[in-house]
């Protein structure tokens, strides 16, 4: 409960958040309904991070209303706000900002509204549970009540201030998620169980290999088959239509036999990576340049070490999904894409159509953390209900579409030198990092970025992978500069423009390979000058809340057994994500015998004000789960031809089984702005492991992942 009217900003007014920029007007985002409801709109779309239920708990507080009362609805491009992409771990940062300052404007019309209808000050107006009153309760309005007097078609104008952070009686907690229930109890939630009315099934024919060409095919012997509705060939689009998705599974399969290619073996050496990366034609940028005149001299030795990963996919355990229904000149989508309205603009460019011919709604479906196939699985659906006016079409895609065709993240090799001093401290830093670009979104680089589109028109040609700015964040570089106080860097990103391998956004972009590198080489660093590696690093970190997050993980993660026990390894891994986001600390416990067992990770983060404790911890816990997997397993296989990782025996990820125990410590830090934790746990983590690892043998795995087979030919080596 609050009571009053609150403060109005200073005169100059406060910056609006970014979101509410560009979509200003109240009842883009809020709707208030004569039964009490409360009806909030956002641009982000619930991955399983569970941003819902912490937007909800925003706008609870700020509306003095009940969380009940909060129906948080699907982001839609007819409706809602455009936001952008949910990615970056900014939803809360920026939609909880936009929220907030949306529902402290709206609350403040209706106790403005509730005053004068109960004839009484706004200051002596309080609200609870979304029923406002005058003191002792005498009398009492409901935002029920009131909503068809309230008019939200105006523009947010930041003359409110949200609600102090005492005031919160949601912000902080850890609410039940809004999600759950559905999820857990197997009622339909997902795009996989969506039905509509008139629904028919399509499926899509894959060329064989990446740069494969159509030569021919026989589409009447499919035509004729019972159940098939309609067969389409479109360049070197293939794909049917049936009644249901059996009949699309076998009549797929028989246009797949009838289909002839042409194919190039076009894929570099999958065992040679690093050169690919560093011999092909690049784009190179500075991050960082010191000053020639002020680089000391008296480095007295100079450390040089180079680690890699590979391409790594998504492999949701749900393969991708879309659906779509033409009527008329218009289309409508069903997409589980983390950018529905960059989605909505690459599709209309793919078609030559008017933007407001397209609609697309978010549907959830199996998280994916970046840019997998979803997308592309609804661009199939608009091109396969194309044939079939008025029928929706719903296409889902097989666990070797997923695996082979949607796009994966990047490999990357980073070269690394530092100058050191008598004591070991760095004096000269110098870092060179290649991959391919990190965003192949919809609509990037002027291209519609789909796969059915580049499979429709060969000869329109693909651009390589882009990167988000420096300033943004960056791709490549992401997390490249350390964040420890080493007085001259020199830093820069080389951005591949051939790729022959698809490649977009995955979970932490580069910082994942960036913050493996740096902290790996910081144990390195440490080791050769003879000191223990947390307190390498404190002694050349000034941030206070830097200092804490470490020295807290070394405390909580038991770093005093470091050398205790005999096959087993400490390591720790550190970093700010994107230098401005949330503090991770990582310890990682790995036993290395037969093979290496990640026993525990305890984790320490600052994630400024947390909205739901549990919800962060489900993220950050999520994250270094993942990361183990990356670190220990994953590898995307390929000759040079295709790829060949088509299943979970030829990619593999981490089982139940080998899940270690994962403990996450969070540090309070109520009056500092909220920034997101999904992505804050996947360098650190990586580096941990790899640390302990070299901590248990003796020896250090440089490339990703960490098998069994790497650390023998290291120990050989």
Request: aromatic content about 6%; hydrophobic content about 40%; some cysteine.
């Amino acid at each position: 409960m609050s009571t009053g009217s609150p403060d109005p900003a200073p005169t100059a007014g406060p910056a609006l958040p970014r979101g509410l920029v560009a979509n200003p007007r109240l009842s883009r985002w809020v709707s208030v309904g004569r039964d009490g409801t409360v009806t909030v709109r956002v641009g982000k779309v619930e991955l399983g991070q569970g941003i819902l239920t912490a937007l909800a708990q925003i706008a609870a507080d700020e509306l003095d209303v009940d969380l009940p009362a909060i129906r948080m609805q699907a982001a839609s491009t007819a409706e809602g706000p455009d936001e952008g992409l949910t990615a970056g771990s900014l939803s809360v940062a920026d939609s909880g900002a936009a929220v907030r300052q949306v529902c402290a404007e709206v609350r403040a019309l209706f106790v403005a509204e509730a005053a004068r209808t109960l004839a009484a000050d706004p200051a002596d107006v309080t609200v609870s549970g979304g029923v406002a009153s005058t003191p002792g309760g005498s009398r009492r309005v409901s935002y029920a009540e009131l909503a068809d007097r309230i008019d939200l078609e105006r523009e947010v104008d930041g003359s409110v201030r949200a609600k102090a952070i005492p005031e919160s009686r949601l912000v902080g907690t850890s609410v039940p998620r809004l999600d759950l229930p559905d999820k857990i109890t197997g009622r339909p939630r997902f795009i996989q169980d969506l039905t509509l009315p008139g629904q028919l099934s399509g499926r899509v024919v894959r060329p064989p290999s990446p740069a494969a060409t159509l030569t021919g095919v026989d589409t009447a012997v499919v035509d004729a088959l019972p159940g098939v509705v309609s067969v389409l060939r479109d360049g070197d689009f293939l794909g049917v239509v049936a009644q249901d998705e059996e009949t699309a599974e076998r009549a797929a399969a028989v246009l797949a036999g009838t289909a002839r290619w042409h194919e190039e073996p076009t894929l570099p050496d999958e065992d040679d990576l690093p050169r690919f990366l560093r011999d092909g034609p690049a784009e190179s940028f500075v991050v960082a340049e010191p000053d020639p005149s002020g680089v000391p001299d008296r480095a007295v030795r100079r450390i040089r070490a180079s680690y890699s990963r590979p391409f790594l996919a998504h492999a949701s355990m749900a393969p991708s999904c879309g659906a779509a229904r033409w009527d008329g000149e218009g289309v409508s989508v069903w997409s589980h894409s983390q950018g529905i309205h960059a989605l909505q603009r690459a599709i209309a460019l793919a078609l030559g159509s008017d933007i407001d011919q397209v609609g697309v709604r978010h549907v959830e479906s199996a998280g994916s953390y970046g840019h997998n196939g979803a997308d592309d699985a609804a661009f199939d659906a608009v091109l396969l209900a194309r044939t079939v006016p008025g029928r929706p079409v719903h296409v889902r895609w097989s666990r070797r579409d997923e695996l082979t065709w949607a796009p994966f993240g990047s490999a990357m090799v980073a070269d690394v030198e530092a100058g050191v001093d008598a004591t070991g401290a760095v004096l000269t830093w110098s870092y060179d990092v290649w991959s391919q670009g990190h965003t192949a979104r919809p609509g990037y680089a002027g291209s519609p970025g789909l796969l059915g589109a580049a499979h429709q028109d060969r000869s329109r040609p693909v651009p390589p992978p882009a990167d988000p700015p420096v300033l943004a964040g960056g791709g490549i570089t992401r997390n490249a500069s350390p964040i420890y106080t080493f007085p001259h860097r020199r830093i820069q990103g080389h951005r591949l423009l051939r790729t022959p391998v698809r490649s977009s956004s995955l979970r932490s972009l580069g910082a994942f390979t960036n913050v493996f590198a740096v902290e790996s080489f910081m144990d390195e660093l440490a080791l050769a000058a003879g000191q223990d590696p947390v307190a390498y690093r404190l002694a050349q970190l000034a941030d206070p809340r830097a200092r804490e997050v470490l020295s807290t993980a070394a405390e909580l993660g038991r770093w005093d057994r470091r050398g205790t026990e005999e096959s087993v390894g400490y390591g720790i891994g550190f970093a700010r994500y994107k230098d401005r986001g949330a503090y991770c600390a990582v310890v990682a416990e790995v036993e290395a015998v037969h093979e290496v067992r990640v026993r525990r990770l305890a984790l320490v983060v600052d994630v400024g004000r947390v909205v739901n404790p549990d919800g962060v911890r489900n993220q950050i816990e999520g994250g270094a789960v993942q990361a183990t997997s990356w670190t220990l397993k994953e590898r995307v296989r390929f000759d040079r031809w295709r790829i060949t990782s088509a299943d979970w025996e030829s990619y593999p990820i981490l089982r139940f089984s080998e899940v270690p125990q994962v403990d996450v410590h969070l540090i309070a830090r109520p009056d500092e702005p909220s920034v997101g934790a999904g992505e804050a746990a996947q360098g650190p983590t990586a580096a941990a492991i790899a640390n302990a690892v070299a901590d248990a043998l003796s020896v250090r795995v440089r490339d990703l992942p960490i098998t069994t087979d790497r650390i023998v030919a290291a120990l050989n080596g």
